[in-house]
């Protein structure tokens, strides 16, 4: 058995987000080649072919491909998907952009965000906003999954000793192209990699809430800051911090809910964090039925001094 | 420019699904369902196209059990001018209703197709880019600002870490993120005068697709419960408490 991953880099890095999707392909078992795709691939073959458990590193270095646009990296993916008999992608913008592109081009059917291996064509994925599990079998010949970081152990950096294969991109794409990344700053840790996570909801009441209560102490944890929903649409922080259905599916140690209510949706998004605190005024907020340890009071009071006192 | 909008009848999302008993599937009987609220922001980004004078026509487009008729229903009350039914009382996969999709694109020929970025139910998230497969338009997904501007637009999406622009050639696929726009509320009139405009009925075979299933449910359970926490009564107790289970220093 063969698998294909798309790998997703950064800076020369190798993604965490690739390195649990390669977690995943290791329970499949199997050969495990790793993709990069874009101008940039070259400079991040030397730390992907050193992760453990990948056998091959293919390099499409073509400039067509940066961005990750799918018109062109979908027709490569599944050109290349011929010799392979599991895709994988993460389940990140980037792979749930390009995937389901790949599917339809071998007219097979995709297997979204799982969550469990069970064997290599049966799979554990959460459907209705994680309110239940569906354990699937796919009956396609080849099987083009996306993974849910969270839920897999990261493939370990240093272990590994690939061989690095240049492919011919072979790109011809005339149908979109790349405007401009417009990109939230942040010396935080990354939302969905951190093990800490301080979240805050519409009751801050400001942006400027956030900055002067959640994130004194978020930096005191070394954490990352999150939002619900609410607060991302009243427009306290940027959308990429909503945790939820819709946004970031994260699974931190330590998740701290603050004036979070936990609405479905919410929920989740965060609900298989190790240990989860709720900072509440209201003690009949459903967030409190997930809580670990919740805290009933005024968050404009009790921030401060959780702060000072950790 | 003809507008084609895809919608889903899906359980109202604020209901709590519940898992039946004989681990089968979500118990869907008397439950609420509406419109996949993805879906109402594509409908919604549509008329606005349309108000704007971008759009000539609006054509939305279900796929599922005769009771869909109600979700189109609700699109037509928006201000969508007419709607197709494609009928299958059996769920269909999203390869399945890109399939549908596609031959329906190719015969009313839209310069823009708008679809939620993924249902509520299932959570797939593959409908829009599989039809960008078949179809070879290009795809803007997770949008949340749509730009037409002569021959292409110009897709702001929500990504890991920001927004990013994308221009597309038109006829384009955009899949809508929460975003992008606030959907407005049919009027009763409005709701009147949707009963007498143009609905199609349409089974999957008279596309010629199949839509049988590759995917086998073999189970659906709940998720594992978390185990009852404990309430504080000060941060001191909270501070204590977060050490004394390690997760904090």
Redesign the interface.
């Given at each position: 058995m063969t698998i294909l991953v798309l790998g997703e880099q950064h800076g020369g890095k190798v993604k965490d987000s690739t390195l649990a999707t390669l977690g995943a392909a290791a329970q499949i078992g199997g050969d495990v080649h790793l993709l990069l795709i874009g101008s940039e691939a070259s400079g991040a073959a030397d730390d992907a072919k050193s992760i453990a458990g990948v056998s091959r590193v293919l390099v499409a270095a073509d400039a067509a491909l940066d961005?990750e646009?799918?018109?062109a990296a979908?027709p490569l993916i599944a050109r290349l998907g011929a010799d392979y008999d599991h895709l994988l992608f993460s389940s990140?913008?980037?792979g749930?952009?390009?995937?389901?592109?790949?599917?339809?081009?071998l007219?097979?059917?995709?297997?979204?965000?799982i969550i469990a291996v069970e064997g290599p064509d049966?799979f554990q994925?959460?459907?209705?906003?994680?309110?239940?599990?569906?354990?699937?079998?796919?009956?396609?010949a080849k099987k083009v999954i996306t993974v849910r970081g969270t839920a897999f152990t990261k493939a370990e950096r240093g272990a590994g000793s690939a061989e690095v294969q240049s492919v011919d991109a072979g790109v011809n794409n005339?149908?979109?192209?790349?405007?401009?990344?417009?990109?939230?700053e942040s010396e935080r840790p990354e939302l969905?990699s951190a093990k800490i996570i301080v979240s805050g909801g519409r009751a801050l009441g400001s942006g400027d809430a956030f900055h002067q209560y959640i994130e004194p102490l978020a930096d005191k944890?070394g954490a990352a800051v999150g939002a619900s929903?609410a607060a991302?649409?009243a427009g306290y922080v940027?959308?990429?911090y909503q945790v939820g259905?819709?946004g970031?599916i994260v699974a931190p140690?330590?998740y701290v809910a603050i004036g979070i209510s936990g609405a479905?949706?919410h929920l989740a998004g965060m609900?298989d964090s190790?240990?989860?605190?709720a900072i509440n005024k209201d003690?009949e907020a459903p967030i409190?039925q997930?809580?670990?340890?919740?805290?009933?009071g005024d968050l404009f009071k009790?921030l401060p001094?959780?702060t000072e006192?950790? | 420019m003809k507008v084609l909008v895809a919608v889903k009848r899906v359980?109202d999302?604020?209901v709590?699904?519940r898992?039946k008993m004989d681990g089968t599937g979500?118990d869907l009987a008397n439950v609420k369902m509406s419109m996949n609220p993805f879906d109402e922001i594509a409908v919604e980004e549509a008329i606005r196209l349309k108000e704007k004078g971008g759009a000539t026509e609006v054509v939305v487009v279900s796929i599922g059990p005769a009771k869909a008729q109600e979700t189109l229903r609700t699109a037509l009350a928006m201000g969508a001018d007419r709607a197709i039914l494609v009928t299958s009382e059996t769920d269909v996969?999203?390869?399945a209703v890109?399939k549908i999709l596609a031959k329906i694109a190719e015969e009313e020929q839209p310069q823009l197709v708008l679809v939620g970025?993924?249902a509520?139910?299932?959570?797939?998230?593959?409908?829009?880019?599989?039809?960008?497969?078949?179809t070879?338009?290009?795809?803007g997904?997770?949008a949340?600002k749509v730009d037409v501007a002569g021959d292409s637009v110009?897709v702001t999406?929500?990504?890991?870490?920001?927004?990013?622009?994308?221009?597309?050639?038109l006829p384009?696929i955009v899949t809508t993120?929460?975003?992008l726009n606030e959907p407005r509320y049919a009027s009763l009139p409005n709701i009147m005068k949707a009963k007498s405009k143009p609905l199609a009925t349409k089974s999957p075979a008279d596309y010629g697709v199949d839509i049988a299933?590759?995917?086998?449910?073999?189970?659906?359970?709940?998720?594992s419960k978390?185990s009852a926490?404990?309430?504080?009564?000060?941060?001191?107790?909270?501070?204590a408490?977060?050490k004394s289970?390690g997760?904090?220093a």
């Open positions: 961005h646009l799918a018109e979908a990140t913008t980037t749930r952009n390009i995937a389901p592109r790949v599917a339809a081009l007219d097979l059917a995709q297997v979204s965000d049966t994925r959460p459907i209705y906003a994680g309110n239940a599990i569906a354990t699937v079998r796919s009956t396609d005339d149908k979109s192209s790349f405007v401009s990344m417009d990109a939230s969905t944890l929903r991302v649409d940027p959308n990429d259905q819709t970031k140690e330590l479905i949706q609900k190790k240990v989860i605190v003690e409190f997930v809580a670990d340890v919740g805290l009933v009790i001094e959780l006192k950790l | 359980i999302y604020n709590k699904p898992v979500v996969e999203p390869l890109a970025k993924q509520i139910d299932d959570d797939s998230s593959q409908v829009g880019q599989m039809l960008g497969a078949l070879g338009y290009p795809q997904t997770f949340s110009n999406r929500e990504v890991d870490g920001g927004l990013e622009t994308v221009a597309l050639r384009a993120d929460l975003r299933p590759r995917l086998e449910t073999l189970k659906v359970a709940e998720p978390r926490g404990v309430k504080v009564g000060s941060v001191d107790e909270l501070v408490k977060l289970i997760a904090v």
